[in-house]
DNA sequence: CCAAAGCGTTAACTCTCCCTTAACCCACCT
DNA sequence: AGGTGGGTTAAGGGAGAGTTAACGCTTTGG
């Protein structure tokens, strides 16, 4: 169950940040920490994360705008808001922002735990098999398929694709690929140039279909070609 | 806001039950209702549903068995657990079971209300798109489309257009603009010139229906035009 | 223990496309 | 006429993206 999960903490309160942490590092999961909401908000436009855990009372930037700015930028990362009060309306307003949990504090740690489980396994969770249009990726063999053909892939070639299809027909910025496939410490930036060439060369066979795209700007997409 | 959702309530308690499907029924959403596990289970079996809120307690079958059940027959719609026992232990017993999220009797009937709603909206993959009639963009896929036809943009021209979208219809400056392309460090006057007469030409494709308007000494606006 | 193969990184090069700039045009107003 | 605000066009320079080859590390098998 310890999987590889990239959780982010957004929270003020020095003790509970390092309580939510240590809790996490104990079940194997190692989480970033934000202790602002404009800090926060930096990390989420540039990493990729499985979960968001955001306390409302925040520092220079509250949550439910840290939250109103991460959707409306067209990231729909799972989060899990954390909140001293308990009034209907503040929940409310959390998930008319785009929230996906409520937590009430003091909570047991147990159940943020859970829930943070709970909300990233409907993201990447339980699914062997990744497909879009005809190219099908199978996460336990790690065997790549197109048109039924088996392709093979470099370990990080698989990986980068295995993003893509996750977040197809999105968008992926640069940045995000890089954080999903090597995490912190990152190689030179040309490193990904040569993966994608790669990459390309291996999954766009045949000359009619292709699916990996560059958004000039903006990062790759996986998709079909959007012009029927 | 009011979808046409499809809601399955398995709950035995008929009075609560009612409760629940009345407050549905207020928002404009009609639920399906089994009293017991065996029947629910049938019902999930054979129907679409978008959310199942889910009674432990039943009779016949309880609420963790039939939400076993369905996630043994790889249905994976949301589910919303009702219990009426706040022990941590069986909130991890129903989450590890596949339920998605937990909520302790007596609650209010409007957090019920919200929390299916959230849930639904994340399976069903909401959209951010910015519209301003047939024109779309979308956030995710960083794409524009105008009446159902792919645009090609530059990256600047498209950060143009999502200021101008975000803002339809007033008139953005284009001091205001120019914040929001180039931030602190901007170019010559004429650039932004450049990008709109760009922008024009690539967006307004028919000649019928113009979307972008200078306003004279003031900036631009996005709307369809209405000469006041 | 050595050799070969596979993979990732790096650097260097090319190419394309986009941004900027500057110059010119037009209409309108004073 | 001249000034002002806006629109149009073309050219250059540069950044971003694609391509290729070589080097070195690790792994594997003999």
């Known amino acids: ?24 590092d104990l079940e194997g999961i190692q989480c970033d920490h934000a202790s602002n909401g404009v800090l926060g908000l930096q990390l989420i436009t540039n990493h990729h994360y499985d979960v968001i855990i955001l306390d409302i009372n925040l520092p220079k930037m509250n949550g439910l705008e840290v939250c109103k700015g991460i959707r409306s930028q067209g ?48 993201r990447s969770g339980q699914v062997y098999k990744l ?40 968008t992926v910025s640069r940045e995000k690929l890089m954080q999903f496939v090597w995490g912190d410490d990152q190689p030179d930036s040309n490193s990904l140039k040569v993966h994608m060439f790669n990459l390309r060369k291996a999954v766009e066979i045949d000359d009619q279909l292709s699916l990996i795209h560059t958004i000039p700007g903006h990062g790759f997409a996986l998709k079909r070609e959007s012009i029927t």
């Open 131 to 170: 497909t879009v249009e005809d190219l099908e990726l199978d996460l336990q063999q790690k065997q790549v398929k197109r048109a039924d053909q088996e392709i093979k892939l470099s370990p990080t070639g698989l990986k980068i694709l295995e993003c893509l299809m996750r977040e197809t027909p999105k």
């Open 75 to 122: 990231i729909d990362t799972p989060v899990l808001m954390l909140t001293a009060k308990d009034t209907l309306d503040d929940k409310v307003k959390g998930f008319s922002i785009g929230a996906d949990d409520y937590l009430v504090k003091p909570f047991a740690m147990e159940e943020l735990i859970i829930r943070t489980q709970v909300l990233s396994r409907r």
């Open 1 to 24: 169950m310890a999987e590889n999960l990239q959780i982010l903490v957004v929270e003020d309160d020095i003790d509970l940040a390092n309580a939510i942490i240590e809790y996490f």
